[in-house]
């Protein structure tokens, strides 16, 4: 009998922890303005019992508190560098924590973390500026896919003098038609999900492009894009401002975007995408429309037009025209003579 009791002693004592953690918690949020003096004893009595408590009641306890608009900026901190199980309710909903505390728990833990705090209902410019600044901060995977050694074409045998020209004629036509099926076998086997040298969108930015699609921000999400696409914050508009969202379509599939997050976005910043017709949106038809090949080689088309154009740094634009073609217009002269507008008619087409 002593024996068994000595067993039930340890789980009693962390229920009675439970308790004393989730009616401290309760206690704080009866307080509707709690002194500096409340909140202090608040932070030394929490994290202790916090630590002391089983798993279940630390979620309920972060829970609670992330609907009080009042918390000590260490008590902040600390839930919100809990495992994202537990602080994921308290980053996504609380508006007691500061701007610097979510910088600091962006910067500190990885992307789970982040992807809660974009998923906030409202996020800073201070905020907005530092996760696309520590996105810039991650390595980037190399624009190029490594240089490969290009195959040697398989050649016939050199023909003695004795074979005829009929036999030299069937030789180059078994050679042919073996490139032809080398290349159709090339294409069947090709992989849609292999972006090995492609420019792709990384977790943070993908989250951050449906997050402000959501909340129809048009502005964080020329800002958002400009990055996405290493260009300049004039093609990121220039692409949302045609509003029958092929050019953003286009750039969506070119960066790797899924397929029904692209749609959400096509939805929601133009709503007349959202029209069904036969049983799917007109956003789904149009992405559904598209060949990702195509829609890379035009991406980078644009992308070499924007850095021709405000970069002019770079070794396209310090090379002086031909002096044989004066009057030739540039490739990207279509894109230059485009009428800008306001990004607020992205919004007034709803």
Not at 213 to 223: D, I, K, P
Not at 248 to 259: E, I
Not at 292 to 316: F, I, K, L
């Amino acid at each position: 009998m002593r024996d068994r009791f000595r067993d039930l002693e340890g789980p009693m004592a962390i229920r009675k922890k439970d308790v004393v953690l989730m009616a401290t918690v309760s206690s704080f949020e009866n307080l509707s303005h709690p002194t500096r003096s409340e909140l202090r004893q608040f932070a030394e009595l929490f994290m202790p019992l916090f630590q002391a408590s089983s798993e279940e009641a630390r979620r309920q306890a972060v829970a609670a508190l992330s609907q009080c608009e009042n918390m000590p900026a260490a008590v902040a901190l600390f839930i919100g560098n809990q495992p994202i199980e537990v602080a994921a309710p308290f980053l996504t909903a609380s508006k007691a924590i500061s701007d610097d505390t979510l910088i600091t728990i962006a910067r500190t833990h990885g992307a789970a973390h982040v992807k809660a705090i974009v998923s906030r209902d409202s996020l800073s410019p201070k905020v907005i500026d530092a996760l696309v600044a520590l996105r810039q901060a991650e390595p980037r995977p190399s624009s190029a896919a490594p240089a490969e050694q290009p195959a040697m074409p398989l050649s016939p045998m050199p023909a003695a003098p004795e074979v005829d020209q009929q036999e030299a004629e069937r030789i180059a036509n078994e050679q042919a038609l073996r490139e032809r099926i080398r290349s159709l076998a090339g294409h069947l086997g090709r992989n849609d999900e292999d972006r090995l040298g492609l420019r792709s969108l990384s977790d943070i930015q993908e989250a951050l492009l449906v997050r402000f699609a959501r909340s129809r921000e048009a502005t964080h999400f020329a800002t958002a894009l400009a990055d996405a696409l290493s260009a300049s914050r004039w093609l990121a508009e220039r692409i949302m401002l045609d509003l029958s969202g092929q050019q953003l379509a286009t750039t969506l599939t070119s960066l790797g975007m899924g397929f029904l997050d692209s749609v959400f976005v096509l939805e929601k910043l133009y709503p007349h995408l959202a029209e069904v017709q036969h049983n799917v949106s007109r956003a789904f038809l149009v992405l559904d429309a598209l060949d990702p090949e195509e829609c890379h080689a035009r991406v980078e088309a644009w992308r070499r037009a924007d850095n021709y154009t405000y970069n002019p740094q770079s070794p396209a634009a310090a090379q002086p025209a031909p002096a044989a073609q004066p009057q030739a217009a540039p490739a990207y002269r279509f894109i230059r003579q485009a009428p800008v507008r306001d990004l607020k008619s992205v919004n007034r087409a709803r």
